[in-house]
């Protein structure tokens, strides 16, 4: 870079400064070449006291002075800078910039500037002309101002700007301002799009009101007058008919601005578009006002609630939770699982939603309370971070008790079957088999009779006897039993003589006994009437007495007894008979199992008595059992409760 020495000019010339072309006059300052060189007082009272950097070049654009600025500018404070080019000193360059001031000044005369940008950072570049007596331009003042951290502002102002007319544009947000002096309305670009008016218009006053609805004019007056009067702000939500005759809704807001003196004279405030809030607002009001009515009239209970470990809150729950736990769903409502159901109750159903909210998976329960069944679906639901849980439960206890009775029904078909094959058994086998004894001996009899041999005729004679007193024995127990299952036999308890009433039943089976010399005692420790019906007691005992002459030998022994207990009388019938392992006594009195043995001498049964009596004795509200063991004969007792118990068709 090439440094030229300054020439020896004369530099005595009055300095004209002419400013920009938006300057209204031309300024001329008139120094004498002493004052402006050499008077050290007058340059450093000036030009050194200001920190922008400034220079006088010659028309060579060598520079002839500088100020302090301007040699720090220079970033070497050392060395001098006169005699160096301008544009070497301040741009670093070797030629002046294509965008140089100095050239422009040079032709138009007047003061030019360009901004600049280099190395980083932004240079606002002044030239003012200096002009000798005869008015031809000998110099310059050059001025370099560092303006980075105002560029740097202004783009970021510039960025800020577009970020909120963006942010405004999104949110249909926009501001205005009211000179209330002279009644004209000011609106920003998004207010104005608000309206479907074109950007930049602004209203007067009674135009700008005159957008509202009709019926929010008067509002909207009122408040700017407020405001203009008493300095109240204002935020109002109001309807308004566009310029396109569209009606939506806006807020708008206002403040009262104040001059120096403290008087309004301006209203300025924000507009924004809330239509699509209005919507949403209005939807989710309908949506609360049908989830109420669902609350309200919904048959089944649903409940929304909020979980935590320990605790489940009620949220929401339907109103007909007053027919489970007494309480409606609008008063659970802020209520803990504690405060509405039993401990042990409500800790279940803890620990159950926090298993179901923390785990994330619906969950189908069962439950029971105050003696009524119910099933619950619960799922899992989020919202603003909180564990939510939702859920309903039905009543379903009839169900429940349906089931139940289908069970039971299925088991009275399951006996009904069983009693069904019990019956056809008897008729087809056992109560055939003595028939045909009857009619075979019979025919042997007649065969007898006329060969006149007595002695068989009296032992076939005994037979059919047998055999007929087996039938109708037989036939009686069918009979009685049938009835029973057909609930045709009317339960009549009475006073009855228990000591007469065994007596009468003994005297009944004494030819059986006899015929295989078995004795019969009886043992009755009981001295007052007992309440049951007679004839029900009669047929046990004499099915018991019997079964009990059936499986003892000849020779044996039978013994009727009869105690008084504390609560109820016990009957028992035991013999020295052939006993029963534990196998068989499980069979007994029941219509599934099919078991009957023959007697000691081949008598045959059909287990149907034993079935009867269980049947007669629980009429009673009392019980049968049995003790046995092979070899040790058995002991059937039953229990008759002294409570007296009404007439009743069973």
Same mark, same amino acid.
């Given at each position: 870079?090439?440094?030229?020495?300054?020439?020896?000019?004369?530099?005595?010339?009055?300095?004209?400064?002419?400013?920009s072309?938006?300057?209204?006059?031309?300024?001329?300052?008139?120094?004498?070449?002493?004052?402006?060189?050499d008077?050290?007082?007058?340059?450093?009272?000036?030009f050194?006291?200001v920190?922008?950097?400034?220079?006088?070049?010659?028309?060579?654009?060598?520079?002839?002075?500088?100020?302090?600025?301007?040699?720090?500018?220079?970033?070497?404070?050392?060395?001098?800078?006169?005699?160096?080019f301008?544009?070497?000193?301040?741009?670093?360059?070797?030629?002046?910039?294509?965008?140089?001031?100095?050239?422009?000044?040079?032709?138009?005369?007047?003061?030019?500037?360009?901004?600049?940008?280099?190395?980083?950072q932004?240079?606002?570049?002044?030239?003012?002309?200096?002009?000798?007596?005869?008015?031809?331009?000998?110099g310059?003042?050059?001025?370099?101002?560092?303006?980075?951290?105002?560029?740097?502002?202004?783009?970021?102002l510039?960025?800020?700007?577009s970020?909120?007319?963006?942010?405004?544009?999104?949110?249909?947000?926009?501001?205005?301002?009211?000179?209330?002096?002279?009644?004209?309305?000011?609106?920003?670009?998004?207010?104005?799009?608000?309206?479907?008016?074109?950007?930049?218009?602004?209203?007067?006053?009674?135009?700008?009101?005159?957008?509202?609805?009709?019926?929010?004019?008067?509002?909207?007056?009122?408040?700017?007058?407020s405001?203009?009067?008493?300095?109240t702000?204002?935020?109002?939500?109001?309807?308004?008919v566009t310029?396109?005759g569209?009606?939506?809704?806006?807020?708008?807001?206002?403040?009262?601005?104040?001059?120096?003196?403290?008087?309004?004279?301006?209203?300025?405030?924000?507009?924004?578009?809330?239509?699509?809030?209005?919507?949403?607002?209005?939807?989710?009001?309908?949506?609360?006002?049908?989830?109420?009515?669902? /609350?309200?009239?919904?048959?089944?209970?649903?409940?929304?609630?909020?979980?935590?470990?320990?605790?489940?809150?009620?949220?929401?729950?339907s109103?007909?939770?007053?027919?489970?736990?007494?309480?409606?769903?609008?008063? /659970?409502?802020?209520?803990?699982?504690?405060?509405?159901?039993?401990?042990e109750?409500?800790?279940?159903?803890?620990?159950?939603?926090?298993?179901?909210?923390?785990?994330?998976?619906? /969950?189908?329960?069962?439950?029971?309370?105050?003696?009524?069944?119910?099933?619950?679906?619960?799922?899992?639901?989020?919202?603003?971070?909180k564990?939510?849980l939702?859920?309903?439960?039905?009543?379903i206890?009839?169900?429940?008790?349906?089931?139940?009775?289908?069970?039971?029904?299925?088991t009275?078909?399951?006996?009904?079957?069983?009693?069904?094959?019990?019956?056809?058994?008897?008729?087809?086998?056992?109560?055939?088999?003595?028939?045909?004894?009857?009619?075979?001996?019979?025919?042997?009899?007649?065969?007898?009779?006329?060969?006149?041999?007595?002695?068989?005729?009296?032992?076939?004679?005994?037979?059919?006897?047998?055999?007929?007193?087996?039938?109708?024995?037989?036939?009686?127990?069918?009979?009685?039993?049938s009835?029973?299952?057909?609930?045709?036999?009317?339960?009549?308890?009475?006073?009855?003589?228990?000591?007469a009433?065994?007596?009468q039943?003994?005297?009944?089976?004494?030819?059986?006994?006899?015929?295989?010399?078995?004795?019969?005692?009886?043992?009755?420790?009981?001295?007052?009437?007992?309440?049951?019906?007679?004839?029900?007691?009669?047929?046990?005992?004499?099915?018991?007495?019997?079964n009990?002459?059936?499986?003892?030998k000849?020779?044996?022994?039978?013994?009727?007894?009869?105690?008084?207990?504390?609560?109820?009388?016990?009957?028992?019938?035991?013999?020295?008979?052939?006993?029963?392992?534990?196998?068989?006594?499980?069979?007994?009195?029941?219509?599934?199992?099919?078991?009957?043995?023959?007697?000691?001498?081949?008598?045959?049964?059909?287990?149907?008595?034993?079935?009867?009596?269980?049947?007669?004795?629980?009429?009673?509200g009392?019980?049968?059992?049995?003790?046995?063991?092979p070899?040790?004969?058995?002991?059937?007792?039953?229990?008759?409760?002294?409570?007296?118990i009404?007439?009743?068709?069973?």
């Amino acid at each position: 870079m090439n440094n030229k020495a300054p020439k020896n000019r004369d530099l005595s010339v009055t300095i004209e400064s002419t400013p920009s072309s938006s300057s209204v006059s031309d300024q001329v300052i008139a120094c004498s070449p002493s004052n402006f060189l050499d008077e050290n007082n007058l340059w450093d009272s000036t030009f050194n006291a200001v920190e922008d950097a400034i220079c006088i070049i010659d028309n060579d654009q060598l520079i002839v002075r500088c100020n302090k600025a301007m040699q720090k500018f220079s970033e070497n404070e050392n060395e001098s800078i006169i005699g160096k080019f301008c544009y070497e000193v301040v741009h670093g360059t070797e030629h002046p910039l294509l965008e140089c001031p100095i050239r422009k000044m040079q032709q138009t005369h007047k003061r030019e500037s360009a901004e600049v940008q280099e190395s980083g950072q932004w240079l606002d570049v002044t030239v003012d002309p200096l002009f000798s007596p005869e008015k031809q331009i000998s110099g310059a003042v050059h001025i370099v101002r560092n303006i980075t951290g105002r560029k740097l502002t202004e783009e970021a102002l510039k960025a800020n700007y577009s970020l909120l007319r963006t942010a405004g544009s999104t949110a249909k947000f926009g501001g205005w301002k009211l000179n209330l002096s002279k009644k004209k309305v000011t609106w920003s670009d998004e207010v104005a799009t608000i309206h479907e008016m074109p950007a930049g218009y602004s209203p007067s006053l009674e135009e700008g009101i005159n957008y509202y609805a009709p019926e929010w004019r008067d509002t909207i007056t009122n408040a700017i007058k407020s405001c203009a009067d008493l300095g109240t702000a204002f935020d109002e939500e109001l309807e308004l008919v566009t310029a396109k005759g569209n009606r939506i809704w806006v807020r708008a807001t206002g403040e009262a601005v104040r001059d120096k003196i403290g008087n309004i004279d301006k209203i300025q405030g924000s507009f924004q578009d809330i239509s699509q809030q209005r919507e949403m607002l209005d939807r989710m009001s309908k949506n609360e006002e049908l989830l109420s009515l669902f /609350m309200k009239h919904s048959p089944i209970y649903s409940f929304i609630k909020e979980v935590t470990p320990t605790k489940s809150l009620v949220l929401r729950a339907s109103e007909n939770y007053t027919d489970m736990i007494g309480i409606s769903g609008s008063d /659970m409502v802020g209520k803990t699982m504690e405060e509405l159901f039993p401990a042990e109750f409500a800790a279940k159903i803890n620990a159950d939603d926090w298993a179901i909210a923390s785990g994330g998976n619906p /969950m189908t329960l069962e439950e029971e309370l105050n003696g009524r069944y119910y099933v619950t679906i619960k799922f899992p639901i989020t919202q603003e971070g909180k564990n939510l849980l939702a859920g309903y439960t039905i009543d379903i206890t009839n169900q429940k008790l349906a089931e139940q009775e289908l069970k039971e029904s299925e088991t009275r078909l399951r006996e009904l079957n069983g009693t069904k094959d019990k019956f056809f058994s008897i008729i087809a086998h056992d109560l055939k088999s003595p028939f045909n004894s009857i009619i075979g001996f019979s025919n042997l009899l007649v065969r007898q009779i006329e060969e006149k041999d007595y002695a068989a005729i009296e032992r076939y004679a005994g037979i059919i006897q047998n055999s007929s007193l087996q039938a109708m024995d037989l036939l009686t127990n069918l009979l009685e039993w049938s009835r029973s299952q057909t609930g045709r036999i009317v339960f009549t308890p009475e006073n009855i003589d228990l000591t007469a009433l065994i007596r009468q039943s003994i005297e009944f089976v004494y030819s059986s006994s006899q015929q295989k010399s078995i004795t019969i005692c009886s043992e009755i420790l009981v001295n007052r009437p007992v309440w049951a019906d007679k004839a029900m007691i009669n047929t046990i005992l004499r099915n018991l007495i019997s079964n009990a002459i059936k499986f003892t030998k000849a020779g044996g022994e039978i013994v009727v007894s009869a105690r008084q207990m504390s609560n109820e009388v016990v009957l028992s019938v035991s013999d020295n008979g052939v006993g029963m392992d534990k196998e068989s006594i499980s069979k007994l009195f029941r219509i599934d199992q099919n078991h009957s043995t023959l007697g000691t001498e081949n008598e045959k049964g059909t287990g149907l008595g034993l079935l009867l009596c269980k049947e007669f004795v629980e009429k009673h509200g009392g019980r049968i059992w049995v003790g046995s063991a092979p070899g040790n004969g058995s002991k059937f007792s039953i229990s008759i409760p002294e409570t007296k118990i009404p007439n009743t068709l069973l």
